[in-house]
């Protein structure tokens, strides 16, 4: 178990103090975890190298983004003079816990801000700049290492790492997320195209969805697709918004519920990876939660149990049994993850 984290991502600023992605959330989460004694084996990150961030965003972009200076891209996405340096720091610790769950065969965890799955090739949005995970996917594949299984289980739904992998015949993309809420995609046609058909899946839930919910996505949808494609690594879009206490979505995941997410993953991992997986913080936005859960996640796999407070179960039946069945037939008859 590594943690890879730099004090330079709590000097990423968006435009206003009480806009929710804030430095104040790394520092809910080193402060729990220093708590908890896990803050050990924190690995220090250098910036991505411009090759790896090149395949996955286009040269232009990077150039407007570095000479921007400062002013707002979109409505909820600020640029200031620093921010590409920050991201491009960020981008660097989610290759460096790649590089890490890759020889070290284990369980890494990128803490990071900016987040990047909402990053496209050619544009910022939703409170991202670079897309970390995607870069480390795409260089994974690059170096000859085989196969990447990405699971996307933040609230909203992984449009940029979607768009980057759209049409490669190497990644496996499974994205969660509320459905209707931004950025507005993520329907279960959007299956890939070309070489990668089939290998783009997309399970959108209804507001309220939570324990239950997820337990049958992991169980009837991430466990088979994972099995089939046999990947040499997992790559994590982790956001705890899903939980009841988040501010920005209504879905209503325990503290337990997300915690139990990540130990599924890394069963399967252990699995069919030789344990190997990378964990990148994308959103959560209640900072008593979002420390808890990921308190809890690093310590279940460094073998240490720590105490949970927002434990209420409010999804104990399951919702969206049409979604869910649908999208695992489709994966039985191997539409979805064609052999
Ligand atoms: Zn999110």
């Known amino acids: 178990m590594k943690l890879v984290y730099h004090d ?26 220093q708590a908890e004694k896990l803050w050990t084996d924190v690995l220090e990150p250098q910036p991505a190298a411009a090759e790896d961030i090149l395949r996955i965003h286009h040269a232009n972009y990077i150039k407007t983004l570095g000479r921007m200076g400062e002013g707002v891209w979109d409505r909820d996405t600020y640029v200031r003079p620093e921010t590409l340096e920050i991201a491009t720091l960020a981008a660097g610790a989610g290759v460096l816990a790649a590089e890490t769950a ?11 801000r900016p987040p990047g799955h909402h990053a496209t090739a050619a544009s910022a949005m939703g409170f991202c700049y670079l897309n970390s995970l995607a870069i480390a996917a795409a260089r994974h594949v690059a170096l000859g290492r085989g196969r990447v ?5 933040d609230v909203h739904h992984g449009n940029g790492t979607q768009e980057a992998f759209y049409d490669n015949p190497d990644v496996l993309v499974i994205s969660a997320h509320e459905s209707p809420l931004f950025p507005g995609t993520g329907t279960t046609d959007e299956t ?55 501010p920005l979505a209504g879905l209503t995941l325990s503290s337990q519920g997300c ?3 990540a130990a599924r993953i890394e069963s399967l991992a252990a699995e069919l990876c030789d344990g190997r997986v990378a964990y990148f913080l994308e959103g959560g936005y209640h900072l008593d939660s979002l420390s808890e859960i990921i308190a809890a996640a690093v310590g279940r796999a460094s073998g240490r149990k720590v105490k949970l407070k927002f434990t209420d179960v409010k999804d104990t039946a399951g919702t969206a049994a049409g979604v869910i069945d649908f999208v695992a037939d489709r994966i039985e008859q191997g539409i979805l993850v064609p052999a």
């Not at 968006?14 to 790394?26: A, F, N």
């Not at 065969?105 to 803490?111: G, H, I, V």
């Not at 299984?149 to 289980?153: E, K, L, Q």
């Open 8 to 33: 330079r991502f709590l000097g990423h600023r968006q435009r206003d103090e009480d806009h929710p992605e804030r430095p104040e959330r790394l520092i809910a989460i080193r402060d729990r975890l």
């Open 102 to 112: 890759w020889t070290g065969r284990e369980t890494a965890w990128a803490l990071v």
């Open 149 to 153: 299984a990405i699971v996307d289980v």
């Open 192 to 246: 890939g195209m070309g070489t990668g058909a089939g290998l783009n899946i997309n399970v959108p839930l209804p507001y309220g969805s939570g324990d239950a919910t997820y337990r049958n996505f992991m169980g009837m949808i991430v466990e088979p697709a994972l099995r089939r494609w046999r990947p040499s690594i997992v790559l994590v879009s982790f956001g705890t918004d899903i939980h009841y206490l988040d």
């Open 259 to 261: 915690v139990e997410l």
